[in-house]
């Protein structure tokens, strides 16, 4: 069983970035596939990029294509969202996911594990 946290995010500013971090607990972190999601009020749930257990990406989001990148780290069981170049709309609560050896896919149907979520908010 895995626990997930996220932390990092925050109110940023237009044009800004922030690193949210997804701290894993638990079994074989590294036989898990990372992703991330966002969900943003009154909006669905929108998968955003994942990361396999072989260090794979998969981009499920045209939106933050080219912004937004994704890392982890097996020996720190932790799993890492850059996001560069913010935008207002980018404003939601973002969730990292755990799916044991492979990427759940965009609508996150799968996914083993999920984080309670961190707030971005992107404002001026």
């Known amino acids: 069983q895995l626990q997930l946290v996220e932390s990092g995010g925050g109110l940023v500013q237009p044009g800004g970035s922030l690193r949210l971090s997804c701290a894993a607990s638990g079994y074989r972190f590294s036989n898990y596939a990372i992703g991330w999601f966002r969900q943003a009020p009154g909006k669905a749930r929108e998968g955003l990029i994942c990361i396999n257990k072989r260090g794979e990406v998969s981009n499920y989001a045209d939106s933050v294509k080219g912004r937004f990148t994704i890392s982890r780290d097996n020996v720190k069981n932790t799993g890492a969202l850059q996001m560069n170049s913010l935008k207002p709309e980018d404003t939601a609560t973002y969730y990292c996911?755990?799916?044991?050896?492979?990427?759940?896919?965009?609508?996150?149907?799968?996914?083993?594990?999920w984080g309670e979520g961190t707030l971005v908010t992107v404002s001026s």
């Open positions: 996911a755990a799916t044991l050896g492979y990427c759940a896919g965009p609508l996150g149907s799968g996914v083993d594990y």
